[in-house]
C-alpha cells in the first residue's frame, strides 16, 4: 500500500481512541504473538483485547507521551515516548497497524519525534529497543543513523522473538 506522508495526522492519543486502538489491534492479530508476549499467553482472544486495553489506558498516564497517527481519518499506528533509563533521554515505542506495516509510516513517524525530542523538547538522546529478531522494526532505526548502544537479554516475548534487545540510541545533534 502506497501512503503520501503529508497525508498522515498525529494527534495526542485521547482515552476515547482505545476501542480503535483494539480494532487496530485486531486487524493485526497474526502478528499480535510474533513479538508480544501477553498476545500468545492470553487464554482467549477477549482477554488480549482487554489487556491491550489495559495498556492502552496505561500508555496515556505521566510519564508517557502516546501520539496516534492516523491516514484518511483510520488509526494506523500509536507511537508513545516514555522516560529513558536516566533523565537525560527519553525511549520511543511504536505499534503499526498490520496492514500498514511496510508502509514508511513508521520510519515517518519515527524520524519527526525524533527531531521534536531534540528541538522541541531538547532531550539529549533517543533510543529504541527491538528484539534482535524483530526485523521490521529493527529497520526504522538502521534507516534513520540511530547506533546500538547495548544489547541485554530478557525473557523471549511471543513466538519469535529471542529475548536478545538492542537498544538503539541516537543522540541530540543539536547540543
Known sequence: MKIDINDLVIAPTKKSLALEHLRACKDTKKNLGD????????????????LMWLGAAESMKPPYKSNAVFWQDK???VF??????DSYGVQ??????GNFQKSGIATVVVEMLTENAFLGT?????EIHVDKANVGSRKVPEKLGFSIDETYQMPPMGTKGTGEMDV???YNPYS
Open 92 to 97: 520511543l515505542l511504536y505499534f503499526v497497524r
Open 168 to 170: 538503539w540510541v541516537k
Open 122 to 126: 531538547a532531550w539529549d538522546y533517543v
Open 75 to 77: 488509526l494506523v499506528g
Open 35 to 50: 513479538f508480544l508476549s501477553w498476545g500468545i499467553d492470553a487464554p482467549s482472544w477477549s482477554m488480549k483485547q482487554h
Open 80 to 85: 508513545e515516548m516514555v522516560e529513558a533509563a
